[in-house]
């Protein structure tokens, strides 16, 4: 059985057979003793992004733990509103919370809980993603926008990467939207730490 544990830009469970660059989880197990879902799609507000290997640990998938999911890159994650982990990417985790604290004007460094507060209440509109309008010209790489035409683009390098399961399409210029403003996926607090110099890794296909 293939399980519903890849997420998409809108953090949303999907299954696929495409593989993915990390892991992660939403703080806890929402998945039964059958390995299903159940109504809730998280546990907690800590919402994570882990390396596939870390310290030779070895996890039952969907087992007695942790519901484990799955991203095709970090950019996918990051639009989910997924930060990286403080424990198996701990220098990535640390960049991440110090180009956050320069983006809010902070005075020093938050804890990762207050971050998870945040994003909290900027990925979600009770139970739907929610989503917010900006610029196109604007947004840094690393962001993710939902087009008229219902594809999900990531910005890169100055043009947009159709996202797939599987990875990104041939790039497209932001004018073939025919608009400047667009729904953007990626919550903004995020947002605002990737335009402070965050730089999420990407899987291959988007080079």
């Known amino acids: 059985m293939r399980l519903a544990n890849r997420v998409d830009p809108f953090g949303e469970l999907i299954a696929t057979p495409a593989r993915g660059l990390f892991m992660g989880n939403r703080g806890g197990r929402f998945h039964t003793d059958a390995r299903e879902l159940t109504q809730r799609r998280w546990a907690s ?43 198996c990417r701990r220098a990535a985790a640390q960049a991440f919370a110090a180009c956050w604290t320069r983006a809010l004007g902070l005075k020093q460094s938050p804890r990762a809980a207050e971050m998870d507060r945040v ?8 139970r739907v993603k ?54 953007v996926l990626t919550p903004p607090s995020i947002v605002a730490t990737l335009q402070a110099g965050y730089r999420p890794q990407w899987h291959p296909s988007a080079a």
């Open 119 to 126: 994003l909290h209440g900027e990925r979600l509109d009770g």
């Open 130 to 183: 929610r989503l917010h309008r900006m610029a196109i010209g604007d947004l840094p790489d690393g962001a993710m926008v939902q087009s008229g035409a219902g594809r999900t683009l990531a910005v890169l390098n100055r043009s947009l990467r159709p996202w797939t399961p599987s990875g990104y399409g041939p790039p497209i210029s932001p004018d073939d939207l025919g608009s400047s403003s667009v729904p």
């Open 45 to 87: 507000r800590q919402w994570i992004c882990c390396v596939l290997d870390f310290k030779n640990r070895h996890r039952d998938v969907w087992g007695r733990g942790y519901t484990e999911l799955f991203f095709l890159d970090e950019a996918t994650a990051l639009a989910a509103g997924h930060r990286p982990c403080f424990e």
